[in-house]
């Protein structure tokens, strides 16, 4: 395996067979679409501001540069031309969206454009771009608390407080009172300043041509709809899309009576009427077609009100977290293969009739402390409808309620054959399981 940090000296074509690759930019943890590009025929090539977590065993090949510099990628996308036959770039994370589509474009690679990408990144600047479809939700920015407080009135004074860089429910504020809105203004602001540096970033080196509002300054405020929330996982070429066999049902942290944002448990396959279905895939389409999201995965939040009205609370440019685990389990197809297929321009074939019903679980604690133990966990274990669990907090590791930017302690996914004992199987666990805390 060669590894190279920098940017490699260029050579000339006569000199090597140029491999077919496919660039990620940035890795974590997520290995899913890496493998699949590799089991593909790939070589999987990563653009990282530091090698770790154990990336040197995974990719064929790893660029180790400065992510702030402009003319770093710029000089990349030579390097990687002269070496590699690059049918794609990839990103397995919200926070590189926007590089992902800035390396593609100078490769000369389909992809979604730079201010789509940012679009999908910004929720300001996505809910300015929606605005042209009728399923958007009113909102308005805010970056002082007296503006806030104007556009809670204008809204009819039940909102939501949102981080525009968010993601996974976190950072989000129910708002009905001024009180509230308050408390929760004073809340971000404290967090301001622990925000994830790459999900918060302006982008200023890009030298954008468009108002990129700043994740740090600026907070949307939404009008709030009651309903079920649903979730849509989709794939996109350079002109086709495809979506997954069914929406995904959610159940928040309300739903288990809890004050904080994250989501309970999310259901596959969805109990929601057809027609739900289908109009929840039409405006999804639209969606899309209004961003000009091309070749990448697609995760669209949505909610279905009291009378059935479908509105769209966001879109990403990438694949729901957890989703392919649970497609997988429920379905027995692996979205990260077919995101590959999709982005190289192979049509996209999936199973539609369901195996199981599976639910995934994410647990939080009730307050901010350091983590002791779960409670009851032992007898999830002996539970045969266990199908995966993750404990992703150490022992007095700090941790917290999802608005408050925690991520959750543990991860657990259930089967079943029948979704209402499924579901109220789900709603046991959250209740059983407590997260401890000193």
């Given at each position: 395996m060669r590894r190279q940090k920098g940017i490699s000296k260029l050579r000339p074509l006569s000199a090597m067979r140029r491999k077919k690759a496919i660039v990620f930019t940035e890795y974590r943890h997520k290995l899913e679409s890496v493998e699949s590009a590799q089991k593909a025929g790939f070589a999987a090539v990563l653009v990282t501001r530091k090698i770790r977590n154990g990336a040197t065993k995974v990719f064929d090949k790893i660029f180790e540069v400065d992510l702030n510099q402009k003319e770093v990628w710029d000089a990349l996308a030579k390097t990687l031309k002269v070496e590699y036959n690059v049918k794609a770039v990839v990103s397995n994370y919200d926070h590189f969206v926007v590089q992902r589509s800035y390396l593609a474009e100078r490769l000369g690679v389909p992809a979604t454009t730079v201010y789509s990408a940012a679009c999908t990144r910004n929720k300001v600047l996505m809910r300015k771009a929606l605005a042209v479809i009728p399923e958007n939700i009113e909102f308005e920015e805010a970056q002082t608390l007296a503006e806030a407080k104007k556009v809670r009135k204008r809204l009819g004074g039940d909102v939501f407080l949102k981080s525009i860089a968010g993601i996974k429910s976190r950072c989000i504020f129910h708002v009905q009172s001024e009180a509230q809105l308050t408390k929760a203004w004073k809340e971000f602001r404290q967090l301001k300043m622990d925000l994830d540096t790459e999900l918060y970033d302006d982008f200023k080196y890009l030298d954008f041509r468009f108002n990129y509002p700043n994740p740090r300054?600026?907070?949307?405020?939404?009008?709030?709809?009651?309903?079920?929330?649903?979730?849509?996982?989709?794939?996109?070429?350079?002109?086709?899309?495809?979506?997954?066999?069914?929406?995904?049902?959610?159940?928040?942290?309300?739903?288990?009576?809890r004050e904080d944002s994250f989501l309970a448990f999310r259901m596959l396959p969805s109990k929601q009427p057809k027609a739900i279905w289908q109009e929840a895939k039409k405006i999804t389409t639209t969606a899309i077609n209004v961003l000009g999201l091309r070749n990448c995965a697609v995760f669209t939040d949505l909610i279905v009100d009291s009378a059935g009205n479908v509105k769209i609370i966001e879109i990403a440019s990438r694949m729901g977290g957890y989703r392919p685990l649970m497609y997988q389990h429920a379905y027995g197809f692996y979205l990260p293969?077919?995101?590959?297929?999709?982005?190289?321009?192979?049509?996209?074939?999936?199973?539609?009739?369901?195996?199981?019903?599976?639910?995934?679980?994410?647990?939080?604690?009730?307050?901010?402390?350091?983590?002791?133990?779960?409670?009851?966990?032992?007898?999830?274990?002996k539970d045969p409808a266990l199908v995966y669990s993750k404990m992703k907090a150490k022992r007095n590791q700090i941790v917290g309620k999802a608005r408050e930017n925690f991520e959750p302690v543990a991860v657990i996914l259930l089967k079943g054959k029948n979704y209402k004992e499924l579901k109220k199987k789900s709603f046991y666990y959250q209740e059983r399981l407590k997260v401890l805390v000193t």
């Open positions: 300054e600026t907070v949307l405020v939404e009008k709030a709809i009651e309903g079920k929330q649903v979730t849509v996982s989709s794939l996109v070429d350079s002109h086709r899309v495809w979506h997954a066999p069914s929406l995904c049902d959610i159940y928040t942290a309300a739903d288990i009576g293969d077919l995101l590959i297929r999709a982005v190289t321009g192979r049509p996209v074939k999936r199973r539609k009739k369901a195996q199981q019903y599976v639910s995934l679980l994410e647990l939080f604690p009730s307050e901010k402390g350091k983590f002791v133990k779960i409670e009851n966990l032992k007898e999830l274990q």
